[in-house]
């Protein structure tokens, strides 16, 4: 019984750090720009 307890605390222990570093990358590793800014309109006349 009590090595099952520890495999299962062990097992709870993995899926926390995946959940905790999925969560990280996704809110700070992973931020794209939705939307790429325009280029600088330029003056003068252009054919």
């Known amino acids: 019984m009590e090595t099952f307890l520890k495999f299962v605390k062990e ?4 899926i ?4 905790i570093t999925y ?5 700070f590793l992973d931020k794209e ?3 790429r800014h325009r280029d600088k309109q330029q003056g003068g006349n252009r054919k």
């Open 33 to 35: 720009k939705s939307t």
């Open 23 to 27: 969560i990280f990358r996704k809110t």
């Open 16 to 19: 926390v750090r995946a959940i």
């Open 11 to 14: 097992m709870l222990k993995g």
